[in-house]
Structure formats: structure tokens, C-alpha cells
């Protein structure tokens, strides 16, 4: 079934912003993933021997029963802007670790990753997808939308929730360690080694309390009236890193510090900010992309693929 479909407009508009985490723009950021599919076959009989059990291969456990599809959930069932396809949304330019090289596509990303995967649990093959590119604002703002899902490091608010529907979340954001190569926190790797540094974060904010609990510096933080203003301290020398949002992390380190290093993930703790997909209000795809996602988190395929582009790729590793 299909919706019909506004003239599709792209826009080539930049929004670079640090609010992903509750502003009203584009948070610039890194790439995803693809997917990775269920090869296991069939596995090996017993053989007596001690050393023939089963060997299922190990990356079906990633993404469970992938493209086993969701009862009521069909392509054929679902009322998509254009029959048999589901058109996914996101911003140009597209930044790592949520796509790789702008190019949403080609399955490497976080997001774009996610995007295929939800695909794949509706039924979708990679030829029934496609991609337009919207602005972050147009694809949050009232109004019929020129795609069927759009990820773009939307946080879930109540306040969007008045102009749009969200799916179930597909990524916690985590606050991040972040520093400049050549500083005392560069070289480090666990959270036991960090309790002398001298650490900066926003006054109020879930980055403050996240480095009092999570590392306990036996200097107080300073605080800063903004995240920008922490970034340049730390850029000064005032201070040894700073916490940030994972987004605004990769944010800083690629475009407002010199020689900037993600060092870590600092632990989850407390009520996570929280990214969603984000469809027409009311859109008849709500439920069946939230069932996708969730059966996503419930396999462990979106673990796999958050240590593949958000901890491995992008060098930002969960600190212990």
C-alpha cells in the first residue's frame, strides 16, 4: 500500500549543532554500520566425540532471526509513501560515526546501519530502500513529510511529540571523556586512573553529575555556562578534559579542537537521553518500526552494531 507523495525536496543545509541532545538542530556528528546478517547454517551433528557439538555459527546470535519479518508488519500491508519501497531520511552532509562518507547507503554508520536493520525485520530488501535528504528542523516541524522514517539523532522529547511520532529508541546517549593529545587524560583507559584530573562540564547538566559519579575527582569540576565555553578551556590548558554527550563529543573533537581525543564512554547512569526515529505524526508505520527496533534491542543487534561504529570505529571505547 502506498501514501501519496509530496514533491521531494533536497536541501543542502548544513546545521551543525551541539543541541542533538534537546535543541532544535542538526548535531553534527560520525557514521554507522551495516547490519550484519545471519549466516549460521546448519549446525554439526554429535559426533561421540567430545569435540563435535553443534558449532551454529556465532553472528546469527547478533541479529537473531534478521528478515524473519513482524505478523501484520508486511511490505505488502504497510502504507508507505511509495508502494513496496520504505524511504528513510537524514540530513546532507551526513557526518561519521552515524554515516560513512556522507553516503547513507552504502550500510556503514550507526544510523545508516539501523536503517537497513529496521528494514530487514519489515520485510524490506536493500533495493526497497531509499534515501532522501531533509534538514534536521524541516524533518521535526509540523507538517505531511517527503519520507516514511528519519534518523538523524533525534532526541525524544515531549515537546517534538506535539508534531511528530517517534519509534522506540534505538540508541541511550552516553556521555563521553573528552580531551587533546599530549594532556595528562590522553594515554588513559580506566576510570580508577582519572580521580586527579582536573575536569570541566555545563553547569546543570547530565555531563556534570555523570563525572561526579561516574570517575569522583578529588578536585571539584569547574563549570561553564556552555558546552562551548568548556571547549575552549580545555583548549587553553584550564582544564585537564571535559564531559560531553557522546554526539557533541565526536562534534568537538572533529570540528572545534585541535588534536582533540574522544578518550572514553563514561558508564550509563540514570534517566539516558535518548534517540528515536522520527515519522509523520500519527503515521501508520509507528508501531511496526518501534516492533523493528525493539527486536532489535531484544537480540543484541543493536549492541553489536553501537561497539562496532560508536566504540570500536569511532574510537570511543566504554571506560571500566
Known amino acids: 500500500m502506498s501514501r501519496s507523495r509530496l514533491p ?24 554507522a554500520e551495516t547490519p550484519t546478517e545471519a549466516t549460521g547454517g546448519p549446525t ?38 511509495s508502494e513496496g519501497v520504505l524511504t528513510f531520511a537524514t540530513s546532507e552532509p551526513a557526518f561519521e ?14 544510523e545508516s546501519a539501523v536503517a537497513y536493520a529496521v528494514a530487514e525485520r519489515l520485510g524490506y530488501d536493500d533495493g526497497s530502500v531509499e534515501w532522501v535528504r531533509v534538514p534536521f528542523d524541516a524533518a521535526i516541524a509540523p507538517g505531511p513529510k ?11 522529547t515531549e515537546e517534538r511529540r506535539q508534531a511528530v511520532d517517534f519509534s522506540s529508541p534505538y540508541y541511550d546517549v552516553r556521555q563521553a571523556v573528552v580531551t587533546v593529545e599530549g594532556s595528562l587524560a590522553a594515554d588513559m583507559t580506566s576510570l580508577d586512573q582519572m580521580g586527579e ?4 562540564a555545563q553547569v546543570g547538566t547530565t555531563s556534570l553529575d555523570a563525572v561526579v559519579e561516574a570517575v569522583g575527582p578529588t578536585m571539584q569540576p569547574q563549570v561553564f555556562n556552555s558546552n562551548e ?18 554526539p557533541s563529543a565526536f562534534y568537538a573533537t572533529a570540528a572545534q579542537l585541535d588534536a582533540g581525543v574522544i578518550v572514553g564512554q563514561l558508564p550509563a547512569s540514570g534517566d539516558a537521553e535518548q534517540f528515536g526515529a522520527v515519522l509523520d505524526l500519527d503515521s501508520p508505520l509507528t508501531d511496526c518500526v518501534s516492533q523493528a527496533v525493539d527486536s532489535l534491542e531484544a537480540d543484541g543487534t543493536l ?18
Open 8 to 31: 521531494l525536496v533536497t536541501v543542502g543545509t548544513l546545521v551543525l549543532a551541539l543541541s542533538a541532545c534537546g535543541g532544535g538542530s542538526d548535531p553534527a556528528a560520525p557514521a
Open 97 to 110: 560515526p552515524w554515516v560513512v562518507d556522507d553516503d547513507p547507503t552504502n550500510e556503514q554508520g550507526y
Open 229 to 246: 565555553d568548556a571547549v575552549n578551556a580545555l583548549a587553553s590548558g584550564q582544564v585537564d578534559a571535559i564531559v560531553l554527550d557522546l
Open 146 to 156: 517527503d519520507f516514511d522514517v528519519a534518523l538523524n539523532q533525534f532526541s525524544i
Open 197 to 200: 584530573l582536573l575536569f570541566g
Open 44 to 81: 554439526e551433528e554429535a559426533t561421540g566425540d567430545a569435540t563435535g557439538e553443534a558449532t551454529g555459527d556465532a553472528t546469527a546470535e547478533a541479529t537473531g532471526a534478521a528478515g524473519a519479518g513482524i505478523a501484520g508488519c508486511e511490505p505488502a500491508s504497510l502504507e508507505t509513501l
Open 303 to 320: 549492541d553489536a552494531l553501537q561497539s562496532e561504529w560508536l566504540a570500536d570505529a569511532a574510537g570511543a571505547p566504554v571506560l571500566g
